[in-house]
Every structure is written in structure tokens, then in C-alpha cells.
């Protein structure tokens, strides 16, 4: 299970960073400390921007391989991971819960760590893994049975190894943990299977749980042991006992804004999908249908887990529209703190960052159909047709009215992480251009099964592509470029001081754009589809990019019209790492 290979890594002195083990400084500074990567985010604000200009607009068509590293085995499948790079080592999840650890400098293997899975799993969406913390000489990740694991980042050789969930339930566990504070804080998943979501912060030492705050209001938080406070006011915005297998799974993990000391989680689909068993297919006075704090983020105070406060993209949720997105902490062109995400809904929201108060919404893709716009509010204006019907109002009871509903069920954009920079201003958001017909159907809750209440069927909403790739203007929702690529874009972004924004596809190029004018200035072919997410870092002085290579996901688990375009696509498993030789930096 455990296979310790060899541990014995020559650490290299560099400003910033002695190795003692990763602080809070270090996670605190993880943007500007340019040697090492310790954060999924590239920093806790999620902005993915890195302050490395070594590689440049110029130079960037001498970027070459360095070393590539195959995960292996028969175990291929999706490889979403972001990989950190600390003290001479890189660390890489692979799907079905494994973590390797490899030397920075050559790319040979260290050690791997397999979770031992059980029979009976019940990952809805892939057998993925987005990525390991570190703090101290722990290295933390989460596991498909939905547990989290500590290991000596050294040896592999577990510490702890607690329960998140139970995941004959439906809960699993795939986003990368947030270490704040010495705390480590994990959401869950399994949104689809009537959970409940949750966020949880644990002593990063021991594994003991500090406090727990389900999201669904009515269920009790805990802190230390004992119950705290009861989220939300019970049966205040959903109907009976609806809330007790409410959904809203945490699934994507969070970020932390130092400056409001404010970890921001969100929270997916209000369970199940039929609104209507939700009281949310019908316009009510107030917010009753609404289904707190499903499909909503949430600021949440680090000591303690009391919400701070909420923002709620799509109150009376009717299409997974799963509201989970990264929310990204960043500072404006006129200086306000704020926050920005793009919703699986199709809208790009700008929030206060002190409140999470909405500031502004504008649609980041095509052919929106369920909502005319967002209010000043921060309110959808609905289009209540294009709500999928009650099976109760249906002749045989059995399937309600079918719409065609844009953006699809995997939503204007989905998990893959989009980018800040810090030298444009502007957002890179991978978002794609699709729709579904959706309906509903009768469902009752039962433990460990699919709990929808829907049927759909995904469909490309233009001929030439899906994928499309936007250079969005925080202040104005403008869209600066677009990159259109013909499959779903699933991969994450990042953008560099260099003028550079990187990005990979389901075709597998990996690809580096000019950040102003979206010109494709380079690309590599990695030989199976990237749904990974990309790191920079410098070593001896030269710049060093990975990205891992590996296709699946999401995507490919949903037939529909989406297939054609994506079945001829091969599997894989392979991390490339890429650098700009000394020699090549100034040439022409
Ligand atoms: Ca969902």
C-alpha cells in the first residue's frame, strides 16, 4: 500500500524558503515566494497569477521539455491534479486516490502512496483527485471513501488517516484540503446522492476535529466536541424534511482571504434536482423556495466555523447549477478588495470582499436561457418556462414538461480554475458553450443511490467548438479575447507577470496565449487531454512549468451530442515538466 522507494532529497538553499517544513508564512506567502509552490491556487486567493517574467511573451517559443513522469499501472482516468513543489520534491495526486512524490530535478519517482479503496465507492464524476497540502512535514490529501490522510512528505509513511463521511452514503472526497492557521479544512462530495455538504477543520498534527459547519439549513454545527450553532433558521426556505438530504456539497474546496481572515467555501445543487419536491418551482413571496445555503458561497470565520455571511447564486436551483465555483479574493483597477467567480449558471459575480455583498453579475457565456439577468440585488430575473415542469402537472405523472435549458448541467463553466492577472487585471475564465433538454421525474431519498429527480441530455450549443477560453474585465464584464476550442475546456488556468496565460485541452495541447490579445504563441502536444492545472516556479535560476496530462473527467461519463466530440480521445497519465534553458532565455 505504502511504497517507499527513497526519501533522501538533497535540499537546495534558496532565498525564502530553508526547509524546516512548510509555515504559515509560506502558505501566507505562497504567491511571492517564487521557489516552491505550497498552495493549490498558487496563493489561498486562488489567483493563479505567478510574479515570474523569466519566460516571456519573447521567449516563450524556446520553452522544452525537461523530464515527463508516468502515473502508471492500469489506473489511467482523469488527472486533475495541480502538483506543489517543495524542499527538491514535486507531489501529484492520480486518480484513484494515489500521491507520488518525485525529484523536482530529475523527475524519478520518490515514493508513492495507493489508498487501499473499498468495494462500493460512489464518486458521481470520475475517479479524480485535485491535489495535496502541505504543512509542516505533512503532506495532506483526500481520498475517494471520503477520508483525509496525512503523510511524512519525506517518507510516505502515514501520520493520520481519519473519516470525513461515509461513503455507502454517497460521500467522497476529491478537492484539494486548505491549511489555514494549522488547521486543515476539507468540504465533501457527493451532491448527487442526497448528502448533506459540509466543511470541516481538523488539527493539521493530530487529525481531531475542531469544528464542523454543515451548509443546509437546519443541521447543527459543532465545535471541539460539543454542538455550536445551528445553520441558517430550519424549514425558513425549505419545505418539511427536505433538508435533512439537502445536497450542497462542498465538493471543489475553498479559499482563504488573509486580509478579512475569511475561508469562502461553496456550496453545490439543493438535493434533489426536481425543484419542485423543493417548494422551488413555485414564485413565492420572500425567499421560502430559495433552499439555503444550496447552490450559494458562504464566508466562514477559520477559529470557530460560524458563517460570516452568504451570497446565493441561484436561489430555487432547478439545473445543477452547482454553486461550488473558486471564488478569487483580488484587488481592482480603482483599489476596492473584492472578490470575483464564475458560476456554473454562466454568470461572472463580483463581490465585496469585507461582506460578500454582490457589487455586479454579467453573463461570461452565450445563449443564457433560465435567467434574463441578474438584478441589483444580485438576484436572478428568471424565465419561469424555462423552468424543467412538475411530473405532478403531467398526464401519467411520471415525466415533466422537457426544456431546452443553456448553459448545460455541467454548467458555463465547471470546476477547472480560472486565473487572475496581476499585470492585465483581467480574468482568463475556460468556460464552454452548451446546453441540455432537461426534465423531471418523481424521486424518494434512498441511502447510497442516485438522488435526481431529473433526466437530461447534454448538447453543444455551436457547431465549430464548446470550449471557450475568455479574457473577462473584472470592472466591466467585458470580454477582452476568446480562444475557441472545438472540445469542453476542463482544465485549469494560469497567468504569469511574463505576459503569459497557460492552458491545456481534452486534445491535449498545452498551450501559452498572450495575455492581451490571446495570440497563441506556443503549444505542446502531450499526447492524451489535459484536465489538469498548471503550476510555474523557479529553480537555479531558470523557469520551470508542469502541467499534468491524463483525460477524463466529467466530460466523458455524459453521452448526448457532447460525445462525437470527445469519444475518439485517448486515456493517459503523464506529467510534463517544461523549462526555458538559460541559454534560450534572451535568444530571438
Ligand atoms: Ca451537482
Known sequence: MNRFISAVVAGVMVA?????????????????????????????????????????????????????????????????????????????????????????????????????????????????????????????????????????????????????????????????????????????????????????????????????????????????????????????????DMWKTGGGATWLGGSYDVETDTLVFGAGNPAPWNSHLRNAGTPTEGNAGDNLYAASRLGIDPENGEIKWHFQTTPREGWDYDGVNEVVAYTDREGNKRFATADRNGFFYVLNREDGAFVSATPFVKDISWAEGIDENGRPIFVEENRPGNPADAADGKKGEVIF???????????????????????????????????????????????????????????????????????????????????????????????????GTPEGKFIAFDDETGEVLWSFQTGSGIVGQPITWEMDGEQYISIISGWGGAVPLWGGEVAKKVNYLNQGGTLWTFKLPKQLASAD
Not at 511573451?57 to 482516468?77: M, T
Request: net charge negative; proline share 5%; with cysteine.
Open 16 to 240: 525564502g524558503a530553508s526547509y524546516a517544513g512548510v509555515t504559515e508564512d509560506d502558505l501566507k506567502n505562497d504567491q511571492t515566494i517564487t521557489n516552491q509552490v505550497v498552495t493549490n491556487g498558487m496563493g489561498r486567493h486562488l489567483q493563479r497569477y505567478s510574479p515570474l517574467d523569466i519566460l516571456n511573451k519573447d521567449n516563450v517559443k524556446n520553452l522544452v521539455p525537461a523530464w515527463a513522469f508516468s502515473l502508471g499501472g492500469e489506473k489511467q482516468r482523469g488527472q486533475e491534479t495541480q502538483p506543489l513543489v517543495y524542499d527538491g520534491v514535486m507531489y501529484i495526486t492520480g486518480s484513484y486516490s494515489r500521491l507520488y512524490a518525485i525529484d523536482v530535478k530529475t523527475g524519478e519517482e520518490l515514493w508513492q502512496y495507493d489508498a487501499r479503496l473499498p468495494e462500493g465507492i460512489l464518486p458521481c464524476c470520475d475517479v479524480i483527485n485535485r491535489g495535496a497540502a502541505l504543512y509542516g512535514d505533512n503532506i495532506y490529501f483526500g481520498t475517494l471513501d471520503a477520508r483525509i490522510v496525512a503523510l511524512n512528505r519525506k517518507t510516505g509513511d502515514v501520520v493520520w488517516n481519519k473519516k470525513i463521511a461515509d461513503y455507502k452514503a454517497g460521500y467522497s472526497y476529491t478537492a484539494a484540503p486548505l491549511i489555514v492557521n494549522g488547521l486543515v479544512i476539507t468540504g465533501n462530495s457527493g451532491g448527487e446522492f442526497g448528502i448533506v455538504g459540509e466543511v470541516q477543520a481538523r488539527d493539521a498534527e493530530t487529525g481531531e476535529l475542531v469544528w464542523t459547519r454543515p451548509v443546509i439549513e437546519g443541521h447543527m454545527g459543532t465545535y471541539k466536541g460539543e454542538e455550536s450553532t445551528m445553520t441558517g433558521t430550519l424549514n425558513a426556505t425549505w419545505p418539511g
Open 405 to 503: 435549458a443553456s448553459p448545460s448541467f455541467l454548467g458555463g463553466k465547471n470546476w477547472m480554475p480560472m486565473a487572475f492577472s496581476q499585470r492585465t487585471g483581467n480574468f482568463y475564465v475556460p468556460s464552454n458553450e452548451w446546453g441540455m433538454d432537461i426534465w423531471n421525474e418523481p424521486i424518494t431519498y434512498k441511502k447510497g443511490a442516485a438522488y435526481l429527480g431529473a433526466g437530461f441530455t447534454i448538447k453543444p450549443n455551436y457547431e465549430d467548438h464548446i470550449g471557450s477560453l475568455k479574457a473577462i474585465d473584472p470592472d466591466t464584464g467585458e470580454i477582452k479575447w476568446e480562444y475557441k476550442n472545438d472540445a469542453p475546456l476542463w482544465g485549469g488556468v494560469m497567468t504569469t507577470a511574463g505576459g503569459l496565460v497557460f492552458t
